[in-house]
């Protein structure tokens, strides 16, 4: 069972920056996507970044192409999101994702809260 841990979450001023982390136990297929979705109060959750495992390609929303940067390692399992110039529009719950491309097994984490004060 893959189990998915996020941490990094915080609050920051306009123009601030965080780093999230995701950590991925349990996790033993080749290839996957794994990848950021958002969602903020009253929205539905959106699509931020993703990252394919078998080539390194990534994904990323026009809102946070630019600004957001998502980098992995493998040995550890883990994938960050370093988020700079960030906007009061970026406050959301922010949840780690992945599927599993072998049994396409999705699998998320509890979130961490991000917000932006202006």
């Known amino acids: 069972q893959v189990q998915l841990g996020e941490s990094g979450g915080g609050l920051v001023q306009s123009g601030g920056s965080l780093r999230l982390s995701c950590v991925a136990s349990?996790?033993?297929?080749?290839?996957?996507?794994m990848g950021w979705y958002r969602q903020a109060p009253g929205k539905e959750r959106e699509f931020v970044v993703n990252?394919?495992?078998?080539?390194?390609?990534?994904n990323y929303a026009n809102s946070v192409k630019g600004r957001f940067t998502m980098s992995r390692d493998y040995a550890l399992n883990t994938v960050y999101l370093q988020m700079n110039s960030l906007r009061p529009d970026d406050t959301a719950v922010y949840y780690c994702?992945?599927?599993?491309?072998?049994?396409?097994?999705?699998?998320w984490g509890q979130g961490t809260q991000v917000t932006v004060s202006s």
């Open positions: 994702n992945v599927l599993d491309m072998r049994t396409r097994n999705d699998y």
């Open positions: 349990g996790l033993t297929s080749d290839h996957y996507v």
């Open positions: 990252i394919i495992s078998t080539t390194g390609n990534t």
